[in-house]
């Protein structure tokens, strides 16, 4: 704090720069009753790059890639694709945007004595589902299965 020339927080550890994420003490008012401890992430990061936990910058096309870049592993933690809130209610359709689209595949039988016809058809439905979040998604989407 630069006005009253007080310590606000410091760094739990020994190192020459605080990038990467650590354990930091807060002091005084700046932390919530009883809770002193708090992990900050510091980076010098490009926007094209992920900061691994430790300081260290992988491009963001290694991230969630299957494959340790970062030193310390962080690049692949955290990569699930679909998240999805405890509230979501899958046998809740969304509220709007739905899109119905058929296609007849082929017309199987026209009966004019029962006033009937027979077809094969698919039935789309497409919406966009704003009650779920898409994360790490790639750039090829093949990579973007969601099992």
């Avoid at 509230?87 to 004595?113: F, H, Q, W």
């Amino acid at each position: 704090d630069l006005i009253e020339r007080r310590l606000i927080a410091s760094l739990n550890e020994s190192l020459s720069y605080p990038f990467g994420t650590y354990g930091w003490t807060f002091y005084n008012d700046c932390s919530e009753p009883g809770e002193k401890l708090k992990y900050l992430s510091l980076s010098i990061c490009n926007d094209d790059h992920f900061p691994c936990g430790d300081g260290q910058c992988v491009l963001n096309a290694l991230r969630c890639d299957n494959k340790l870049d970062c030193i310390d592993g962080t690049d692949e933690e955290n990569c699930k694709i679909l998240q999805i809130p405890k509230s979501y209610a899958k046998d809740i359709p969304p509220a709007s945007n739905l899109t119905v689209g058929i296609n007849i595949i082929e017309i199987v039988d026209v009966s004019e004595a029962f006033n009937s016809i027979t077809i094969r058809f698919r039935l789309y439905l497409d919406w966009k589902e704003a009650r779920i979040k898409f994360r790490n998604l790639r750039q090829i989407s093949d990579m973007n299965a969601v099992p």
